[in-house]
């Protein structure tokens, strides 16, 4: 069963770090192009950032440059969102997505929640 499963979210305080990992399994974790999400209450999911099956290219949303880091390890069928200057307006749910566009496929996670705060 193809699945991706997120951890390490937490509490964190303003300011802070946390690194969220997003694992693979089930399908050709290297074919696929990987991104992150998140959700606030009361707000519609958003895109943070989405990176290349080879890593060769990333992409993010601008509340995030700058501060998130989107990376993967194929070896470990795992992608990485680094997440510094954490600030109140960054408490969410956070969903790993894994995508393959001409096949129409989707996998998401159940997510994790990042909550900041002092």
């Known amino acids: 069963q193809a699945q991706v499963v997120e951890s390490g979210g937490g509490l964190v305080q303003p300011g802070g770090s946390l690194r969220l990992s997003c694992v693979a399994s089930?399908?050709?974790?290297?074919?696929?192009?990987m991104s992150w999400y998140r959700q606030a209450p009361g707000k519609e999911r958003e895109l943070l950032a989405v990176?290349?099956?080879?890593?060769?290219?990333?992409h993010y949303e601008d509340s995030v440059k700058g501060r998130f880091t989107i990376s993967r390890d194929n070896a470990k069928n795992t992608v990485y969102l680094q997440m510094n200057s954490l600030n109140i307006e960054d408490t969410a749910v956070y969903y790993c997505?894994?995508?393959?566009?001409?096949?129409?496929?989707?996998?998401w996670g159940q997510g994790t929640q990042v909550t900041v705060s002092s």
């Open positions: 089930g399908f050709d974790f290297s074919t696929y192009v």
């Open positions: 990176i290349s099956r080879g890593s060769r290219s990333t």
């Open positions: 997505r894994g995508s393959y566009p001409s096949q129409g496929i989707d996998y």
